[in-house]
């Protein structure tokens, strides 16, 4: 979790013009997180402008108090927790947020607190066993929106969400109209898994949504098509998210809905992977190996654990003239398993007292950290550069073409 940086006496250092060069020069011994909340709020602006409907912040991604509040200001006002602590967290930080339950499998006591206490009146189910949970723990309460949640395929995904959650096909027709029968409104959701390739898995997830309508008969009022939105990483760069969002928009225009029924999306990476980088340093090389002061227990279990490449920056100056070869990281525990792939491209002369920028950790990244064998996070930075890569950059800018700034 990051520290407040003011409450670490770092006001001093918030300067507009400071770069990732003059923290390097500052040699710091643990690696410190940069975050750049202009990036969360452009993310989040692009949702809240461009998504026909309403998004909701997928909490897990990055639990970060400050980020919730940005994204809170940015227009963001529902969220997708998923645990009790995700719960409190929220609505201590953000108190007039909507909070959805998205977790298809809930603790009864965590569901009677969400409601009793917090106010949460929208819960996920993929079994009857769960709707009976959320009745008994409500007081069979007649003001929920409860969703279904359908299994779909992730084959377009680089992350699979497609095997632990969500009603197989010949699950729904019976949960459907129990789920009808019991709520408010009847919502149906699903996850077509995370960094999604393809508009392609929305259009191919809201053809199985309309099957169980069309099975099931019910009335729905809510069409949740989940995350899996993409960021950018090297070797993946995904359509643009405009594309995504045409062909949601486009598939939910044709589904068998109620007139006033509401779209709905969870986006958690698309919204806060641009949000932190982090500057790490070299310890020792080894061949093309670099021994890092952080690892697999720390930001980068994604980049040991599944294998995700992530952009990298040299920070020297003056810079490097090398040629780029390709490196392996060893992070700061004693275990073998600390290993990141890779291969992260950096100058050939890379060295131990070097310091690296690793990008895009802003999702499943800081929010992954353990404190395994002492070695944890440093010091949080604000800064008000461009992140290493960025999807809204560009569309962003765009609008500048046609100002008389860049007149030929
Ligand atoms: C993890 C998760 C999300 C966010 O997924 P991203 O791929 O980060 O967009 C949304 N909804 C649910 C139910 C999740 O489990």
């Known amino acids: 979790m990051h520290k407040h940086p003011r409450a670490l006496g770092l006001a001093a250092h918030l300067s507009d013009d400071l770069t990732v060069a003059d923290i390097a020069a500052r040699r710091p011994v643990e690696p410190v997180t940069i975050v750049r909340p202009h990036a969360a709020r452009r993310a989040a602006r692009f949702f809240v402008e461009k998504f026909k ?14 980020l919730i509040k940005i994204l809170w200001d940015s227009g963001i006002t529902h969220f997708d927790v998923a645990s009790i602590a995700e719960v409190r967290l929220v609505a201590s930080v953000a108190p007039a947020a909507t909070l959805c339950f998205m977790h298809p499998v809930k603790a009864e006591e965590a569901i009677r607190e969400a409601y009793a206490v917090h106010g949460v009146r929208t819960f996920s189910l993929d079994t009857i066993e769960e709707l009976e949970k959320i009745m008994r723990a409500t007081g069979d309460a007649t003001d929920l929106t409860l969703c279904v949640r359908l299994r779909v395929s992730s084959e ?3 992350l699979s969400l497609a095997a632990k959650f969500g009603a197989a096909p010949d699950e729904t027709k019976e949960l459907l109209f129990a789920a009808r029968q ?5 919502g149906i959701c699903f996850h077509v898994g995370s960094q999604t390739m393809s508009p392609q898995a929305y259009i191919q997830a809201l053809g199985r949504v ?3 309508i069309v099975e099931a008969a019910v009335t729905v009022d809510v069409i949740d098509v989940g995350g899996g939105f993409p960021s950018v990483y090297p070797g993946m760069t995904p359509a643009p998210l405009e594309a995504y969002f045409d062909a949601i928009h486009a598939a939910f225009e044709e589904l068998p809905v109620s007139y006033s029924a509401e779209l709905w ?3 958690g990476r698309a919204l806060c992977a641009e949000y932190a980088s982090l500057l790490v340093r070299v310890e020792r090389r080894r061949g093309d190996q670099l021994y890092i ?11 040991a654990h599944v294998g995700w490449r992530f952009p990298v920056n040299l920070v020297r100056e003056p810079e490097s003239d090398a040629k780029d070869l390709p490196f392996s990281f060893y992070g700061p525990t004693c275990d073998d398993i600390d290993h990141m792939a890779g291969p992260f491209l950096l100058p050939a002369d890379t060295q131990p007292g070097d310091y690296i920028e690793i990008g895009m950790l802003g999702a499943y990244g800081c929010a992954m950290r353990t404190g395994f064998n002492g070695f944890t996070a440093g010091e949080t930075i604000i800064m008000a ?3 290493m890569a960025s999807l809204y950059a560009e569309v962003e800018a765009e609008p500048k073409r ?5 007149t030929l």
């Not at 019991?182 to 009847?186: N, R, S, T, V």
């Not at 046609?402 to 860049?406: H, K, R």
């Open 402 to 406: 046609f100002s008389n700034v860049f």
């Open 265 to 267: 999306a969870e986006p």
């Open 182 to 186: 019991a709520a408010d409104a009847l």
């Open 385 to 387: 550069d461009e992140p």
């Open 293 to 303: 002061n952080d690892g697999a227990y720390g930001a980068l279990f994604d980049a």
């Open 210 to 212: 309309r099957a169980a």
């Open 53 to 66: 409907g309403t998004s909701l912040y997928a909490v897990k991604a990055n639990p970060s108090p400050d």
């Open 156 to 158: 377009h995904a680089k």
